[in-house]
């Protein structure tokens, strides 16, 4: 698997997540896509991409990106290490989120 994700709660909108490095020849990622709440990505460990409606943006241990809600995103594992970042949602609880994928058969490495 390139990319994991533990589960968030009913009222805990946050959630760790982990996409494997791209030395390993199948780098992780989360695919372009959109919800209409706001969310936050802190980056633990590793570095890569997030791309927010078509500008990218380096990240590495310790980056806090803000992405807007309705925002098109999604984050890319650039680096020889696992990227593995935090993500909050600002909204009541994680059944709130719903995920609209841009395009493809693949949505995530996960």
Not at 30 to 52: F, K, N, P
Request: glycine residues 10%; hydrophobic residues 35%; charged residues 20%.
């Amino acid at each position: 698997m390139a990319c994991t994700a533990s589960s968030a709660s009913e009222s805990s909108p946050s959630v760790p997540s982990l996409c494997n490095p791209e030395s390993l020849g199948d780098a992780g990622f989360l695919q372009l896509h959109r919800h209409s709440h706001a969310e936050i990505y802190h980056v633990i460990s590793g570095s890569g991409t997030v791309c927010i409606d078509q500008q990218e943006y380096e990240v590495n241990k310790g980056s806090v990106v803000f992405i807007p809600g309705d925002a098109e995103h999604g984050i890319f594992n650039k680096g020889n290490e696992d990227l593995v970042w935090l993500y909050v949602f600002a909204a009541d609880g994680f059944e709130d989120i719903v995920y609209r994928f841009s395009a493809g058969d693949v949505k995530a490495k996960l």
